[in-house]
């Protein structure tokens, strides 16, 4: 059953601690993405990337950080340099090339306090 | 700078009438333009989708339509369904950068 695993659901932390979001996907697909969704402000692109051990900032980038190792991964550090960590982040992977859909994760909400 | 804009946060239909969302864009160089619909504590979900080559893209209840000129698309949803309650987002594409608007919330009333 293919799909985009993004884990833990809930995430709690402390201020100043660096955290992992884990987010691995089946699909065999090329591209992966980071979005930040915070309320009114709909989704905004942290970081994507269209293939192995390559990625481009997005809008928000500043306080993230990511590695693309394997295709199958795209883990998202939020680094303690984020000032409003707190948020919903999902996950998202395409096939490469032009006009493919995104397929969503379920999300992991951090709470940083 | 937001590059895709849903100017309405909300709206509220009854059950059988038509729901219209709009989205509006900002740079033209994206071609490929997508609806999602999404729950709360979800990840988004893919309704439909239209390419830049052209203006009307239909499936099923759902209909999207693409204005280039005016770099406006909106979402016909005909007839809606109180199911059809959700968050929609526009988005737009350019070489695998994917843009989001800030989401419209659908009620739709029994």
């Known amino acids: 059953d293919g799909g985009i695993t993004q884990s833990p659901k809930y995430l709690f932390r402390k201020e100043g601690q660096n955290v992992t979001l884990s987010c691995e996907q089946n699909?065999?697909?090329?591209?992966m993405y980071w979005y930040r969704q915070d309320p009114g402000q709909g989704l905004r692109l942290i970081y994507y990337?269209?293939?192995?051990?390559?990625?481009q900032k997005g809008d928000i980038a500043e306080g993230y950080s990511v590695s693309r190792e394997k295709k199958e991964s795209f883990p998202l550090t939020v680094t303690s340099a984020q000032k409003n960590p707190t948020a919903f982040y999902l996950c998202?992977?395409?096939?490469?090339?032009?006009?493919?859909?995104?397929?969503f994760g379920n999300g992991t909400r951090l709470t940083v306090t | 700078d937001q590059q895709v804009k849903q100017n309405s946060p909300s709206l509220s239909v009854q059950e059988g009438r038509i729901s219209i969302l709009n989205c509006d864009y900002t740079?033209?160089?994206?071609?490929?333009f997508l609806w999602y619909k999404k729950y709360p504590a979800e990840g988004p979900t893919f309704l439909i989708s239209?390419?830049?080559?052209?203006d009307k893209n239909e499936d099923g209840r759902f209909t999207v339509f693409l204005n280039k000129s005016a770099k406006h698309l909106s979402l016909h949803i005909v007839p809606s369904q109180p199911g059809d309650s959700a968050v929609y987002f526009c988005?737009?594409?350019?070489?695998?950068?994917?843009?989001f608007g800030a989401g419209t919330r659908l009620t739709v009333k029994p």
């Open positions: 990337s269209q293939i192995v051990n390559d990625f």
């Open positions: 699909l065999n697909h090329d591209a």
């Open positions: 988005a737009a594409s350019y070489n695998n950068d994917m843009r």
């Open positions: 740079n033209s160089m994206f071609d490929y």
């Open positions: 239209i390419s830049s080559i052209k």
């Open positions: 998202a992977s395409a096939l490469s090339g032009y006009n493919s859909p995104l397929h």
